[in-house]
C-alpha cells in the first residue's frame, strides 16, 4: 500500500491521511467542497468579523485524554461550557432539564431531594405496565406531562418530524435529568473551542509532508476505482459508493436563515424553540461561541429540520427500522469491496460526535497500517456500523 485515496477533507479523513502519510504513505485527500474540515469548517464573516460555524454550532467536548491531546497538538483551545437555554410559552428556561427548569416551570423552591420526589410522583408508568416502547412514553416516565410537554415533545417532533411515539425509547436514555444547577450541557472532563477555529485545526493536521489535499474536487465511485489506487478511504456517505442502488439511507437535514445584527441579539449562544407552532428548533448567535473575541456585530442563525432530499447535505441519520434493514444490505455489498475501506459519520451511517470521530478514525489508520506491514487486506470497516 504505497498510494492511497481518502475521500473527505473532515476530521475522519483528515486523521487517517496524517497518520498514513507519518507512517510513509503517500496519500491523496480530495473534498468536493471548497474547503477543509467537511461539516466542522468555520470561517469569519467580513461584515461581522464573527467566527461563525457554517454547518451548525460546534462545541468540542471528551473525557477521552487521548483525543484531547491529539487535538490540542494541532491548535490552541480556549474553555468553552455550552449553556443552552430554552424559549417556551414566552418564558425562558435553563437546559438540560435540572432544578432550575423544575422549579422555573412549576413555580417552586423545591430543593433536590424535595424535587426528586415530586419528579418520581409527576412520572408517568405505561399504560400497557411495560417497559416504555417509545420516545414518548420514556419522557413520560422520566419527566412527567408538565416537562415533556414544554421541552421534548414540540422540539422532537420538528427535529425528527414524526410523532415522538414514533421513535425508539432510546434517543431520551441518553438525556441528563439533574437534580441540581449544574447547567453545563455536558459531562465530559474537557470542553473547549479551538481559538482560531475548526477549519484551521483540520489544515494543521493535513499540513504535513505526503499529503497532497485536492478541494473543490467531487469524487465518484468510478473515479476511485480507476484511479490505479493501492486503497481507497471513503468517508462520503455509504450508499454513495453504490450509486444509491438499492434505495437512500435516510436522512434529516437542516435549512440555516442567517441574518446580522448590530448588538447581542439573545444574549447566549444557543436559545432552543421546543414549542410547536414555532417553525424552528433553536437560534444559534454565533459571537457567543468565541467568547474571548470582540467582533463588530452579531451573527445569527435560525435552524429548521427538514426530510433530506437528494440535493440536501445529509445532517443526522434517521436509523429507525427500515433504515437498518437498508444498512444491514449496504454494509454486506461493502464487505464483499476490495481495497475500499468506509469510515466517518457518513461512511458508517451514525451520529458521531467529533471526539468519537477522530478517535475512530487514529484506530481505522493503525488497522490500514498494520495490513501494509502484515499484507493482509485492510477492513472494509474498521468500525462495526451495525
Ligand atoms: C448540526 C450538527 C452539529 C454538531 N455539533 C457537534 C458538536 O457540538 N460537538 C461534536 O463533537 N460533534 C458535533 N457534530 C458532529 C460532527 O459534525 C461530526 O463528528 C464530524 O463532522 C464528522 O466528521 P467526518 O469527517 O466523519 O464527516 P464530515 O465532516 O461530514 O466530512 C465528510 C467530507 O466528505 C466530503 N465528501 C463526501 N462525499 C464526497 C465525494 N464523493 N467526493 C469528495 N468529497 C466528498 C464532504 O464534502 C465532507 O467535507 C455535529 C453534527 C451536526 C450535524
Not at 80 to 92: F, H, I, L, P, S
Not at 99 to 125: C, K
Not at 191 to 210: F, K, N, W
Not at 363 to 371: N, P, T
Request: hydrophobic residues 40%; charged residues 20%.
Amino acid at each position: 500500500m504505497q498510494r492511497v485515496l481518502i475521500v473527505g477533507a473532515g476530521f475522519s479523513g483528515a486523521v487517517i491521511a496524517r497518520a498514513l502519510a507519518e507512517a510513509g504513505v503517500a496519500v491523496t485527500v480530495a473534498d468536493a467542497r471548497p474547503h477543509v474540515a467537511g461539516n466542522c469548517h468555520t470561517e469569519r464573516c467580513p461584515d461581522t468579523g464573527v467566527m461563525v460555524h457554517v454547518y451548525g454550532p460546534h462545541i468540542f467536548h471528551t473525557d477521552n485524554e487521548g483525543v484531547w491531546a491529539y487535538v490540542n497538538r494541532f491548535g490552541a483551545f480556549r474553555p468553552y461550557v455550552n449553556r443552552v437555554k430554552a424559549t417556551v410559552g414566552g418564558r425562558v428556561f435553563a437546559l438540560p432539564v435540572n432544578l432550575h427548569t423544575i422549579n422555573q416551570i412549576f413555580g417552586t423552591a423545591m430543593r433536590p431531594d424535595e424535587a426528586r420526589a415530586f419528579i418520581a410522583a409527576r412520572a408517568q408508568a405505561p399504560a400497557h405496565g411495560g417497559e416504555p416502547a417509545n420516545f414518548e412514553e420514556q419522557a413520560l416516565a422520566m419527566v412527567g406531562p408538565e416537562i415533556y410537554a414544554a421541552f421534548f415533545k414540540g422540539y422532537t417532533a420538528k427535529q425528527w418530524g414524526c410523532d415522538p411515539r414514533e421513535l425508539p425509547a432510546s434517543i431520551l436514555k441518553r438525556l441528563p435529568l439533574r437534580f441540581n444547577y449544574d447547567d453545563n450541557y455536558f459531562f465530559h472532563r474537557f470542553q473547549g473551542m479551538p481559538e482560531a477555529g475548526y477549519t484551521a485545526l483540520v489544515a494543521a493536521i493535513l499540513d504535513c509532508p505526503g499529503v497532497t489535499l485536492r478541494l473543490g474536487s467531487p469524487v465518484t465511485p468510478g473515479d476511485a476505482r480507476a484511479g490505479g489506487w493501492d486503497h481507497v478511504v471513503w468517508t462520503g456517505p455509504l450508499d454513495a459508493w453504490f450509486g444509491h442502488d438499492l434505495g437512500r439511507l435516510g436522512y434529516r437535514t437542516l435549512a440555516f436563515e442567517r441574518f446580522t445584527h448590530d448588538g447581542d441579539w439573545q444574549g447566549c449562544a444557543v436559545m432552543n424553540h421546543p414549542d410547536p407552532d414555532v417553525p424552528y428548533t433553536r437560534i444559534a448567535e454565533h459571537r457567543h461561541f468565541a467568547p474571548w473575541e470582540t467582533p463588530r456585530g452579531s451573527v445569527v442563525v435560525r435552524e429548521y429540520a427538514r426530510a433530506c432530499g437528494p440535493d440536501d447535505i445529509p445532517y443526522y441519520p434517521i436509523r429507525l427500522a427500515g433504515e437498518q434493514a437498508l444498512l444491514r444490505r449496504y454494509v454486506a455489498r461493502a464487505r464483499a469491496e476490495a481495497r475500499v475501506s468506509f469510515v466517518g459519520r457518513l461512511g458508517t451511517y451514525r451520529y458521531l460526535d467529533m471526539d468519537v470521530t477522530i478517535n475512530e478514525a487514529l484506530k481505522a489508520a493503525q488497522s490500514l497500517i498494520l495490513a501494509r506491514k502484515t499484507g493482509a487486506p485492510p477492513p472494509a470497516f474498521p468500525v462495526d456500523p451495525l
